[in-house]
């Protein structure tokens, strides 16, 4: 099993910055790869961003690509998303997402284990 804790979230204003993190914990050597997606009240959960585990490789959705940045503490297996330029559609529940396989970041069902989900609210 494995244990996802995000925090980081916040109200901020658009332009602004926040970084979230991702804490694993447990048998964190099965990961693959960590998945940010963010859900909307009403609307389906979406892909933001991943890092592959073996070779810290970033992919990132088209609509946040030069705004967020993914990285990974190896030493404290903590995922962060850097999120720069905020703007009001980002606005959503963040969720940081594990996967032991070799399934895509973008499809929901490749995730073994979930975070709680952490709020960020971008205002004008």
């Known amino acids: 099993q494995v244990q996802l804790i995000e925090s980081g979230g916040g109200l901020v204003q658009a332009g602004d910055s926040l970084r979230l993190a991702c804490a694993a914990s447990g048998r964190t050597a099965s990961i693959s790869g960590v998945g940010w997606l963010r859900q909307v009240a009403g609307k389906e959960r979406k892909f933001v961003a991943g890092i592959v585990s073996k070779t810290n490789t970033p992919v990132y959705e088209d609509s946040v690509k030069g705004r967020f940045t993914i990285s990974r503490d190896n030493t404290k297996n903590v995922v962060y998303l850097q999120m720069d330029n905020l703007k009001r559609e980002d606005t959503a529940v963040y969720y940081c997402?594990?996967?032991?396989?070799?399934?895509?970041?973008?499809?929901?069902?490749?995730?073994?284990?979930w975070g709680q989900g952490t709020q960020v609210t971008v205002s004008s």
């Open positions: 997402a594990a996967k032991t396989g070799t399934g895509t970041f973008y499809a929901i069902t490749t995730y073994d284990y």
